[in-house]
């Protein structure tokens, strides 16, 4: 049995929360980007210090925790942007902190410690693997065998299916099952509220740095758990939007390059359309190909009719393509500049006289997408790394508008972006498709892809697998696309 | 509100640091030496510095970009002999010469910027390996002999003195500095070279030619360094192949110091030329207090590593 209280009085971060967590079980801690979710499990590891407040841990109390004090108690993270020395094998970075006897490093040894480790997870990967090669998902493992090594009491795991495939993620709330079998305690943050009710006992909810509520998971509902997190009720996730009808914008045919083959669709005017699949489906390639950032190999590709040769972003843009990336913080936008430098950014023929720089243009411009994207900013001269999520996603979005495309590719767009300023996005892009903008949209977000797409198309490894409309949407129909498999009748 | 307020201060001194610095170091050899706060002095500061600020200007291009350029001293070194070979020499016209050293160096700045860009490694290792062509190119150009006996026109483009007083070579960096700082910060060009140092790939997906963006940078500060070595030879009279090496360094420090982002992306010119004569002012003034070589590196080093101590600690608060 074990406690661990904390306070902060007086601190916005992190306001007077106490939390406790039992042994052996799941307790997922929720609420919105900043509301002090990391603050809390840094305090908990040793990143930070608390300004006041104790740690209870097996009936002892600390002020604070250094991280080897943390580590040396059994307390593990995995955290969402995993820290790994990415040029080393399996073995070394498994057993990285564990002291050994002597100078030397029995190699073989240690490979086959680590291969029986790995067997545990269901994992049958060379522990010379060196860590670069892993998909996210293997290297997930590789953390939590790490914190077997060490025998950790209480696994922290931050996020972890952010960036996994479905059937990873069956393999992850597994190997959840069997820590906590263990007698292992797992503190469990996520985006992903459907997934807390497949593996959480117990949910605490965290809202502007205040904690508001611990609840068992079978007591409470997504809804409700919705409703604490932002402090009032959504009344629909996914807003309303009219049906399209207008004239075809952007045609595949039997498109190939960049990993893809045989693609055909047709996007119109006013249209979301969809695309689904696992990670390393071929939908971000598909959609560089789509953008010019690769090249096309064979097919064709028509836009208004008129068939396309991009060499690069550059010609994608002049045809009226703009991209919203998947990963914002290193496609996306750059980070370290101001809102309206990165506005301006795509814009820089329009905005300057000659080379000159038009610092007027430039600030109407920004004005001008900050009112209509409702980008939250008390200046437009801020960073972007100082707005949250869904602020930084409306500056890329903003960015691509400004070079006035028809076609809008948006690439994951409520990554990391918490529940309140998702339904934000969602009415953005219906806005945009209102206006007469053809939308491609690849999720990995089952409901989002159902609650926004007209039409979506499947792939799986490179191919085209499926097609479907609205009327036939089917969660396990398009699962099964998507790992290539035909759907029963 | 004391909290922003400490923010603030906190903020101002990091972007003042360098200014602040500057005029401390002129108080402090003011008060040890009669003989540094004189007329005569602080022209000489200013002449000496004259080609190093043109040069880190050229530095600071390339490192906004996302580059770093190790061979800009041999560059100098061949443009500086070549041309102070032909004009003792050859009867080779002043304009004619001063126009080959800079398109010598622009070449040898777009060279670089090829190879990294064919070579895809970082510009680092690309300039490690031409600084050592250029060398070689310099000491087959000039036999290791030194070259005097310029023309007096060459010579008055170092030393000369436009209304009897002011010295030419300072009007020209001012002139070349002022553009290149208007280019940097006011026109879209500059915009895109900021943009492909920050984030290449975001530049790249925005629709920037981040490579072509990266090739320029380097061949406009090759037009720089070249600028830098025709000052440097018209004010020495003249040249052999150590002229102008290792200047890429205290190129470097002058950008470090005043908070030029290694990474690229980030930059400011003023605070670059302010660096400079930081450096200038520092290395002049410990002559003047009559500290020896040796003690001087140290205090050098000391300086630097206590300035990027501030004004981390400011960027941080």
Redesign the interface.
């Known amino acids: 049995m074990r406690n661990i209280t904390k306070e902060y009085p007086g601190v916005k971060a992190l306001n007077d929360v106490s939390i406790s967590f039992e042994k052996g079980e799941v307790h997922a801690l929720v609420g919105e980007n900043g509301a002090g979710k990391s603050t809390f499990i840094k305090s908990i590891t040793g990143a930070i210090r608390p300004t006041s407040g104790t740690i209870v841990f097996e009936g002892k109390e600390y002020p604070h925790l250094e991280p080897n004090q943390a580590i040396e108690l059994g307390i593990a993270a995995v955290y969402q942007e995993l820290v790994q020395f990415e040029a080393m094998s399996i073995a070394d970075n498994i057993f990285m902190s564990e002291k050994s006897a002597g100078v030397m490093l029995n190699d073989k040894e240690r490979c086959k410690r680590a291969a029986e480790l790995l067997k545990i997870f269901d994992c049958d990967l060379d522990p010379r693997t060196l860590i670069r090669d892993l998909s996210i998902a293997n290297r997930q493992i590789i953390e939590l065998a790490k914190a077997t090594v060490k025998k950790a009491k209480v696994v922290i795991m931050d996020e972890p299916t952010a960036a996994i495939t479905v059937a990873e993620q069956e393999k992850l709330y597994k190997l959840v099952h069997k820590l906590k079998e263990d007698g292992v305690t797992v503190i469990y943050i996520s985006h992903r509220l459907e997934e807390l009710f497949e593996i959480c006992d117990r949910v605490s909810i965290l809202r502007d740095g205040q904690y508001v509520k611990t609840v068992g998971i079978e007591e409470t509902s997504k809804n409700e758990l919705i409703a604490y997190m932002v402090g009032r009720e959504l009344t629909s996730t996914y807003p309303e939007k009219k049906p399209c009808t207008g004239e075809v914008l952007l045609e595949a045919e039997d498109l190939s390059g960049n990993g893809v083959e045989h693609i055909s669709f047709k996007l119109h005017r006013g249209e979301i359309l969809g695309f689904a699949g696992l990670v390393g489906a071929g939908r971000t390639e598909l959609m560089h190909v789509i953008y010019g950032a690769a090249k096309k190999t064979a097919g064709s590709l028509r836009i208004r009719g008129e068939e396309q040769r991009f060499a690069s972003p550059n010609d994608g843009m002049k045809a009226g393509v703009g991209l919203i990336p998947e990963d914002r913080k290193f496609q996306g936008c750059f980070i370290d500049k101001a809102i309206d430098w990165n506005i301006a950014i795509s814009d820089l023929s329009e905005l300057s006289d000659g080379i000159v720089m038009n610092s007027r243009k430039e600030d109407a411009l920004a004005e001008e997408y900050k009112k209509k994207l409702r980008i939250k900013t008390p200046n437009l001269k801020q960073k972007v790394s100082g707005l949250s999520g869904g602020n930084q996603q409306k500056v890329v979005i903003a960015k691509s508008l400004a070079a006035n495309p028809d076609i809008l590719i948006f690439d994951e767009p409520t990554r990391g972006i918490d529940v309140g300023a998702r339904h934000e996005i969602y009415v953005l892009m219906n806005e945009l498709a209102e206006q007469g903008k053809g939308i491609l949209m690849v999720s990995s977000d089952m409901e989002e892809l159902l609650g926004m797409s007209e039409r979506i198309i499947v792939l799986h490894e490179g191919k085209q697998t499926g097609e479907l409309t609205r009327s036939e949407f089917d969660q396990k129909k398009i699962l099964s696309y998507a790992s290539g498999l035909t759907p029963e009748a | 509100m004391e909290n922003t307020n400490k923010k603030r201060i906190g903020k101002l001194l990091s972007e003042l640091s360098m200014p602040i610095l500057l005029v401390a170091l002129i108080i402090f050899f003011s008060i040890m030496s009669s003989n540094f706060l004189t007329a005569y002095n602080l022209t000489n500061i200013l002449v000496q510095n004259v080609h190093v600020a043109v040069c880190s200007t050229a530095v600071m291009i390339i490192m906004i970009s996302g580059g770093c350029d190790l061979s800009i001293g041999y560059q100098m070194s061949v443009a500086a002999v070549l041309v102070c070979k032909l004009l003792s020499t050859t009867q080779i016209p002043v304009a004619l010469a001063v126009i080959l050293a800079i398109v010598i160096c622009s070449a040898l700045g777009c060279f670089n910027g090829i190879m990294a860009l064919k070579l895809k490694s970082h510009t680092m290792i690309v300039t490690l390996g031409t600084m050592a062509i250029f060398q070689g190119i310099s000491y087959l150009i000039s036999e290791s002999k030194t070259y005097h006996n310029m023309p007096k026109a060459f010579m008055f483009i170092g030393q000369g003195k436009l209304f009897g007083a002011v010295p030419l070579n300072v009007i020209i960096m001012i002139i070349v500095v002022v553009a290149a700082g208007f280019v940097m910060s ?4 500059g ?2 070279v ?2 492909a140092g ?2 290449p ?9 981040v490579s072509r963006i990266k090739v320029l940078s380097f061949t406009v500060a090759g037009v720089l360094v070249g600028i830098s070595a025709v000052l440097l030879a018209s004010r020495a009279g003249s040249a052999d192949s150590s002229t102008g090496t290792g200047i890429e360094f205290t190129g470097i420090t002058a950008c470090v110091l005043s908070g030029v982002a290694l990474k690229g ?2 930059g400011t010119l003023w605070k670059v030329i302010v660096a400079v004569f930081v450096l200038g002012v520092l290395s002049n003034g410990m002559q003047l207090i009559n500290l020896g070589t040796y003690p001087q590196y140290i205090a050098k080093g000391v300086i630097m590593l206590v300035s990027l101590y501030l004004s981390n600690r400011n960027a941080e608060a």
């Open positions: 006011k026109t879209s060009i915009r895109k900021y943009a920050d984030n790939e975001a530049g790249r997906l925005a629709g920037l030619n992306g980030e």
